[in-house]
């Protein structure tokens, strides 16, 4: 068993060495391109060590604390919510990760090693998680600052529940990876889930802070203080039931009642994280033998309903062109990522929306008040065009082996540059203005002339950034999984910045017309002829863009066209 | 006698930072032959097709298909060829006949022959029921079939196909053998790339051995074996050109 274990952490460590030392890197810009792509996970790892031991040093002091007699430390406390968080990263966490960070157990069944020592060696990869990494300097140093105290009895006794706390840790991680390989070998189902928690996650989010927003608005309006939120006593009562059987709950009850001389107490919290643990493993020791027992992907072949449209030219482009453009829109209307990218600016939109009708006026968010239609429409419809984000600047890569075909093609880059062009407004604007007409409805308020401004100002926007996009893609491009939802479908994260800043530095030139026309001349029928003028001058700077772009993508066609082979 | 040559290359060298992938080599591929492009593993075939195919530049050398000049009128030699790379290069979220159409369309060919030729040639390859499926379901073997009916669909004069008999089965195999051969006798041009010698004694008339990104032998098969010695497989001919040895597992005994 040891032995299988050791291979296997040889194994994610040799791993992990081979992806830092072989980059294949053609030239110095893909050496550039690929040392920035590494930087994230590196400087968190600088980042955890320092962390680790400022944890280290905070469970010490909260365990000397508790050792002491002080049940209710600050810094024990700051732990206790801390802790909280730890159970629902470890069910969550495996859905962000890409599915090459983890085991395949499909390869794994392949080897001679016993089921159970399979799946202990599929659960220890969880070891190396942020979230377990998290537990581990408390699970240890809460009990070494005990020991301090003097409490060396209470010491022994914690440090088991920190065992048998990140063992709860570990068995949730690795059933939810177990679950979540179940769910998404069949690919429809894994693509649903996908878009699912694309679309509901941030919208839940957002939420909470949407209401409290308004509620607090409403109650400082009414000059009182903010007012209390009552649940039905029963509600109360079970979440106070449920809240005592949470893993990281029960660890901390115990380990405040062993220095408190509760044994009786602590040892019934022991053996609840105990069960808690053992059921967790069962459980994903049950899933992961469903999974070795059929491991290969399943799932019915999805057909699509030919549409006579995809096979049409859009007026004005070339055929070559045209077609370039529909394939774009088709990648996005047929993956989650894509299809994300449609509808979460309209959910979102939906959710601001719902709390604007409810509320009657405007909501916070964050920072940022927006009241009135116009501010609503704009910030929304602004959204739509951020949200294609991780399509836009990384237009050539997300087709994959497609790209080889296009390159292949006889299309000269003019006409693969302005397919992807249309393409990617093709993506944008439908959502951006059914945001507009929403927006419209609902409100039916403020100037016809600023109303007008909103798409003016898109189409700006648009023109601004489309060829600095088309040039993010080709300087860094990103071979992506858009049906992933973590970070395996989002574009390079140089390019993902850039890309902001133009859309920031794009949109925010049409915010100063927009302020010139209404705070300066005080003229906001101005506005949509300022802004007609500006998306005249934002065509020209396009056009000019546009040429640069075409240049820069003809120096790196073949590093796009070798991007797959890896070489 | 002038022979028309489809594909010609005069010091073809392709380098890849240090490592030199393909080292001026000089191909002669005459117009209506069945080139069988033969190498061990990593002897640059692939590369060599992908220069000559336009995905990569070549570090030097000069190269010539169907007449035309591929690094200065590249749109113009992609018009003429048709292409199944050892990626397949086909999109993953378009159905087979939006695939045929997407190729239809990048080539110009209007809508009522693209039909015809769509309809046709996934009927040929068997993929007429799945013809609005999407590829990312596909089998390897229906992406292969697929791709070589995107190659075929603009009618080209010279196909270039990377490995088109690799994980396939028998009766496609057999599909493709005599769709190669009748493309073949109607005057087209092949250029493929296979590890299977078997199928390239077959159907080659011509062959070009290439090792270590050298080429060590060129011409038509008969010549080849005459050369060689006779009662020589092609198997026998490519391993003496590489320089392997038919090494026996003696050294292996705790097998």
């Known amino acids: ?567 | 006698m002038h022979l028309e040559l489809a594909v010609q290359t005069t010091g073809l060298t392709r380098d890849f930072g240090s490592f030199r992938a393909v080292d001026g080599i000089d191909l002669v591929v005459p117009a209506g032959s069945l080139y069988g492009f033969l190498g061990p593993n990593g002897a640059g075939k692939s590369t060599t097709i992908k220069c000559l195919t336009g995905l990569l530049r070549p570090t030097a050398g000069s190269m010539m298909i169907l007449g035309t000049n591929p690094i200065a009128d590249p749109v113009s030699v992609k018009r003429r060829i048709g292409v199944v790379p050892e990626d397949l290069a086909l999109f993953d979220r378009l159905t087979a006949q939006e695939t045929l159409t997407f190729v239809a369309q990048v080539h110009g060919i209007d809508r009522a022959t693209a039909q015809h030729r769509a309809s046709d040639l996934l009927n040929l390859m068997e993929l007429k029921s799945a013809g609005t499926t999407l590829v990312t379901d596909f089998s390897h073997g229906m992406r292969k079939k697929l791709s070589l009916a995107a190659a075929l669909l603009p009618a080209p004069k010279l196909l270039f196909l990377d490995e088109p008999f690799e994980g396939i089965d028998a009766v496609a195999s057999r599909q493709i053998k005599d769709l190669l051969l009748s493309f073949v006798s109607h005057g087209g041009t092949i250029f493929l790339t296979s590890h299977i010698l078997e199928i390239v004694e077959r159907l080659s008339t011509h062959i070009g051995v290439i090792a270590g990104g050298r080429m060590v032998a060129q011409g038509p098969i008969a010549d080849l074996r005459a050369g060689a010695g006779s009662g020589k497989s092609l198997e026998e001919l490519f391993i003496g050109l590489v320089g392997g040895d038919a090494r026996t597992p003696a050294a292996l005994d705790w097998i």
């Open chain 1, 1 to 567: 068993m040891l032995r299988i274990l050791r291979a296997f952490v040889w194994l994610r460590w040799r791993m992990l060495l081979n992806s830092l030392e072989n980059t294949g890197a053609r030239d110095r810009l893909e050496r550039f391109s690929l040392a920035i792509e590494r930087l994230g996970p590196i400087m968190a790892a600088v980042f955890l060590i320092p962390s680790m031991l400022g944890l280290a040093i905070v469970a010490s002091a909260a365990g000397y604390s508790l050792g002491r007699g002080d049940q209710h430390s600050l810094l024990f406390e700051a732990l206790r919510y801390l802790l909280l968080f730890i159970p629902i990263a470890s069910i969550v966490g495996p859905l962000f990760l890409p599915a090459a960070d983890r085991t395949n157990p499909v390869r794994l069944l392949l080897l001679p090693i016993p089921r159970r020592t399979l799946y202990a060696a599929q659960a220890a990869t969880a070891l190396g998680d942020v979230w377990t990494v998290i537990v581990l300097p408390i699970a240890l140093f809460v009990p070494f600052g005990l020991a301090l105290a003097g409490a060396l009895d209470s010491a022994v006794v914690v440090l088991a529940g920190g065992a048998v706390f990140l063992a709860v840790v570990i068995g949730l991680s690795a059933l939810a990876t177990s679950v979540l390989h179940l769910i998404a070998r069949d690919r429809r189902r894994g693509e649903l889930l996908a878009l699912l928690f694309i679309l509901i996650i941030p919208a839940v989010s957002m939420l909470p802070g949407l209401l409290h927003g308004r509620h607090s608005r409403g109650a400082q309006r009414r000059g009182s203080a903010t007012e209390e939120v009552h649940l039905p006593v029963w509600v109360a009562a079970a979440a106070e039931r449920a809240f005592a059987v949470y893993p990281s709950e029960l660890y901390v009850r115990s380990a405040r009642a062993m220095p408190a001389r509760e044994v009786q107490t602590a040892a019934t919290r022991l053996g609840l994280l105990a069960i808690i643990a053992v059921a967790v493993h069962a459980a994903g020791m049950f899933v992961f033998g469903r999974i070795l027992d059929s491991p290969g992907a399943t799932g019915a072949r999805r057909s699509v309903t030919a549409r006579k449209a995809w096979g049409m030219t859009i007026p004005g482009l070339t055929p070559g062109a045209s077609a370039v453009a529909l394939a774009q829109l088709r990648l996005a209307l047929r993956t989650p990522r894509g299809r994300s990218i449609l509808l979460s600016p309209l959910v979102m939109m939906a959710v601001f929306a719902v709390v604007v009708l409810r509320r009657s006026g405007g909501f916070d968010l964050g920072p940022v008040s927006l009241n009135g239609g116009l501010g609503f429409a704009s910030f929304t419809s602004f959204i739509c065009l951020v949200a294609t984000l991780p399509i836009v600047v990384n237009q050539f890569a997300v087709d994959k082996a497609g790209m080889t075909l296009a390159l292949l093609s006889p299309l000269s880059d003019e006409e693969y540059l302005t397919g992807k062009e249309v393409g990617n407004a093709l993506i944008a604007f439908p959502p951006a203005l059914i945001s507009l007409v929403a927006a419209i409805g609902i409100f039916r308020s403020g100037s016809p002339a600023l109303w007008a401004a909103v798409p003016l100002a898109l189409i700006a926007t648009y023109l601004l950034i489309s060829a600095p996009a088309a040039m993010l893609s080709a300087l860094f491009p990103r071979l992506v999984d858009l049906n992933s939802i973590g970070r395996s479908s989002n574009a390079h994260g140089l390019a993902g910045l850039l890309g902001m800043l133009a859309f920031v530095v794009a949109g925010g030139s049409n915010l100063i017309i927009v302020l010139a026309a209404t705070k300066w001349l005080e003229r906001p029928g101005l506005v949509p002829i300022l802004l007609l003028g500006w998306c005249a001058i934002a065509f020209f700077i396009s056009r000019v863009l546009f040429a640069v772009a075409r240049r820069i993508f003809a120096s790196r066609r073949e590093n796009l066209a070798l991007l797959l082979s890896d070489k």
